[in-house]
């Protein structure tokens, strides 16, 4: 960061909370390494303050609360060969995922507008999620050639109706309404009165309580209402049986899901198909573990470049993906991607 620069990460203490802004606004505040260990330092603190009891962490901005990793900074220097500054990143940043899982007190998410990638390996493990009115969540790895990590392995294989399949296969967007009743937050808090709730929180008053006062009830959403139909399209062991069933389906639904899924990056959606099948029977840090692994060798891949020129780069190229379809990925390849690393696993 240069010297006289917004600061990346803002923290402070307000009575019983610690407060943590990530303050890339501009950039739908997307997390670069600087900002992974500012939040490491800033846990640090608030973990040993015994004045501290609870930690919230919210995004500066009307747009995002967090984008994701700066995807970006990660290519080019991908591209310039420098794939160890690549895994310094992502080794610290998963390393902060597993922290916040295991974080000894409350850690409280005041989730504003975007959440994708990075931000949801950052909000999703702590103890409590609270979107706004304008929430949107999104795990859209898939459409750049990447895989949904950050915990992804864990955590959207467990959510109901098979959900997570399809969010991690689709890359689509959900909003407050089915991330309610999905389990994917914990509660919706009208945007307007977050500083209200935070305020409150500060004052040391039960945690439980005070979000429940402040909570909107919302009507379900388009997914939950297909709840059911999605169960039966992802429940298929691999990638080509999910889409086989969906371009079966009469249902605009499904036909949607379909047309999304062939056009991602054929090895992305077969490694995220194996992701949501094995995921269910991982503790979490066995799960981030196995995360590291993929990214180690996927940020070496040529489809992770391809989708980032087309989607960041070259807004709107059409990307030219390795394999021609999912049924052309070797199940050999796949099993590359999840095998033990010679040196450097995650621990």
Request: with cysteine; aromatic share 10%.
């Amino acid at each position: 960061m240069d010297k006289g620069a917004e600061p990346e990460v803002l923290w402070r203490t307000e009575g019983a909370a610690g407060i943590i802004v990530l303050n890339r606004p501009a950039a739908l505040n997307a997390l670069t390494l600087n900002m992974v260990r500012e939040m490491g330092a800033a846990l640090d603190i608030f973990e040993r303050d015994a004045r501290i009891t609870r930690v919230i962490v919210r995004g500066a901005g009307q747009k995002a609360f967090c984008a994701g990793g700066d995807i970006r900074r990660l290519y080019e220097q991908g591209r310039a060969g420098d794939h160890d500054a690549q895994l310094a990143f992502w080794r610290e940043e998963y390393i902060l995922n597993m922290r916040i899982k295991r974080f000894p007190k409350p850690y409280i998410s005041l989730i504003n507008g975007i959440v994708m990638g990075g931000g949801v390996g950052i909000s999703q493990h702590g103890a409590w999620r609270i979107g706004s009115e304008t929430y949107v969540f999104a795990m859209p790895e898939v459409g750049i050639g990447f895989f949904p990590d950050v915990g992804a392995t864990y955590f959207l294989p467990r959510l109901p109706y098979k959900v997570g399949t399809m969010l991690a296969l689709t890359g689509a967007r959900v909003k407050a309404a089915d991330a309610l009743a999905f389990g994917l937050v914990d509660s919706i808090v009208p945007e307007a009165k977050f500083d209200l709730l935070q305020a409150a929180l500060g004052k040391g008053l039960d945690v439980d309580r005070t979000l429940a006062e402040y909570a909107l009830p919302l009507e379900h959403g388009p997914y939950f209402e297909q709840r059911s139909e999605i169960a039966g399209w992802f429940a298929g062991q691999t990638a080509s049986a999910i889409l086989d069933k969906l371009k079966a389906s009469g249902l605009e639904m499904a036909q949607g899901f379909a047309k999304d899924m062939t056009n991602k990056s054929p090895l992305s959606v077969c490694i995220a198909a194996e992701q949501m099948r094995i995921g269910p029977g991982l503790d979490f840090n066995s799960a981030m573990k196995m995360e590291f692994r993929v990214v180690s060798r996927i940020c070496k891949e040529a489809d992770f470049y391809e989708g980032v020129r087309c989607v960041l780069i070259e807004r709107g190229a059409e990307p030219r993906w390795h394999f021609a379809g999912i049924a052309d990925v070797p199940s050999a390849k796949i099993a590359d991607m999840f095998a033990p690393l010679p040196e450097n696993e995650l621990n």
